[in-house]
């Protein structure tokens, strides 16, 4: 296998059921095409989080083989995700005076400090600082101010935190495998990158991504997000439900689910019947389809209720105009759209990436929507770090990676101009303290 010549990224999406890891070559119109997919069930991770060091390891190995034998190349470094109920968000804001009457990056960068300047729990760190929208004196509603004349810059963002230890996990067990991590995204914001249209974003929307360990919710309004959470039930807890309602094993269940699973009972025809297999050396029996539908509806009902509850608690349930948007794996079950209209009583569409390279017909499911996210992020790093754009690869406690407006020609020189007058007035107040002793 070849050292990489091409200009490569990497995505590997660590889920509770599944890995996936992606390698896609960017093109020169800074597009990208898929060259090489590794999937493996997944081991050693219980919703969203791990829980088996070695059993991830082997895991990401394997998935990571597969992709790299598939594309041809070897990597070193990948972009990966975290999710799980550790994660927690809420807003902020900051404001700074404008130095130079004309707003430029060095004043987005002030602005953005102050605002971060949070106090957290110690078990916490954050992950993103994400801008909502600028203020310049009394115009507000503004996106990008860079260029623009004011006095008073203030900004609103979106702050989001994830536990230190879960986080620390995730990072050893990719670098046990010989990787080094370059991004750690949050779930629903990868997911929402790939699936959500900017028409959505601009009207309202609330991402619903259904995967086997975790539900992600990320909603956007006015074309900035404005609330995330996650839901510790999901897919898995289906198939739980299944292997002890019907007394099956769980591999079973699985199957069962994904291949007779309905999510409305209705909708099952009444003569319909299935084979359930038995437990150890049990025979199998035969049971109405209905009574498969009768134990999933239930459970996603109750799931998309919690969706509901959440949504109204943080006041955006009468906001999100363009409706809900259903992606992951378990989106895929038979009548999830007419579910979820009834409980949310919006429009509810089932989103898949929005990708036309190679191996389309692959990678246009929901259940990739994460990982198509994590390459576009990637994509995005890499574009930023070629221009000079400083960035953290993997946030460390306390540390945060900005998301700023596009646009930046002038960041890496402002931040050295800013260390050198820092070390210029540190100078000065030492030659201030000597003059100060001697003469007292």
């Not at 070695?54 to 041809?72: D, K, N, S, V």
Request: aromatic share 4%; with cysteine.
């Amino acid at each position: 296998m070849s050292e990489p010549t091409k200009d490569l990224i990497v995505a590997l999406d660590i889920g509770t059921s599944k890995v996936v890891a992606m390698i896609a070559e960017v093109q020169p119109n800074n597009s990208f095409n898929v060259i090489g997919i590794g999937h493996h069930p997944s081991r050693g991770m219980k919703k969203g989080m791990v829980v088996n060091i070695e059993e991830t390891i082997q895991t990401i190995q394997y998935a990571m083989e597969e992709a790299e034998l598939r594309a041809g190349f070897a990597v070193r470094s990948v972009c990966t995700g975290i999710a799980g109920s550790h994660i927690h968000s809420f807003n902020s804001s900051g404001m700074v005076a404008v130095k130079d009457t004309e707003i430029t990056q060095a004043d987005i960068d002030r602005v953005l400090e102050t605002a971060r300047a949070v106090s957290i729990p110690a078990d916490q760190q954050i992950l993103h600082v994400l801008s909502q929208q600028f203020k310049v004196n009394d115009q507000d509603d503004i996106r990008n101010p860079i260029g623009m004349t004011g006095m008073r810059l203030e900004v609103k963002v979106h702050i989001i935190t994830g536990s230190v230890s879960a986080a620390q996990n995730i990072v050893k067990c990719i670098r046990r495998c010989g990787l080094e991590v370059n991004e750690l995204v949050l779930q629903p914001l990868a997911s929402s990158m790939a699936v959500l249209t900017q028409d959505e974003r601009d009207i309202g929307v609330a991402l619903v991504d259904i995967g086997g360990g975790t539900t992600d919710i990320a909603i956007f309004i006015d074309g900035a997000i404005r609330h995330t959470a996650v839901i510790p039930i999901a897919g898995d807890q289906v198939t739980n439900d299944i292997a002890m309602a019907l007394r099956t094993p769980t591999v079973e269940a699985e199957e069962l689910k994904l291949r007779y699973g309905v999510s409305k009972q209705m909708m099952v025809p009444p003569d319909s019947v299935i084979e359930i297999p038995g437990v150890g050396d049990r025979v199998a029996r035969r049971v109405k389809r209905q009574s498969l539908a009768a134990v999933i509806e239930p459970r996603l009902e109750e799931l998309f209720v919690l969706v509901q509850r959440n949504l109204t608690e943080a006041g955006f349930e009468h906001l999100i105009a363009s409706g809900v948007v259903l992606t992951g794996g378990t989106s895929l079950l038979p009548g999830m759209t007419e579910l979820a209209e009834e409980v949310f009583m919006k429009p509810v569409r089932i989103a898949q990436p929005a990708y036309d390279g190679n191996l389309s017909d692959i990678v246009c499911n929901p259940r990739y929507a994460t990982v198509v996210g994590l390459l576009m992020e990637a994509r995005k790093h890499k574009g930023e770090s070629a221009a000079g754009v400083g960035r953290a690869h993997v946030p460390a406690r306390g540390q945060a990676k900005v998301d700023q407006p596009t646009g930046n020609t002038h960041a890496t020189s402002s931040r050295v101009q800013s260390n050198v007058n820092d070390g210029s007035q540190q100078s000065v107040w030492t030659k201030m303290k000597e003059w100060f002793v001697k003469t007292f």
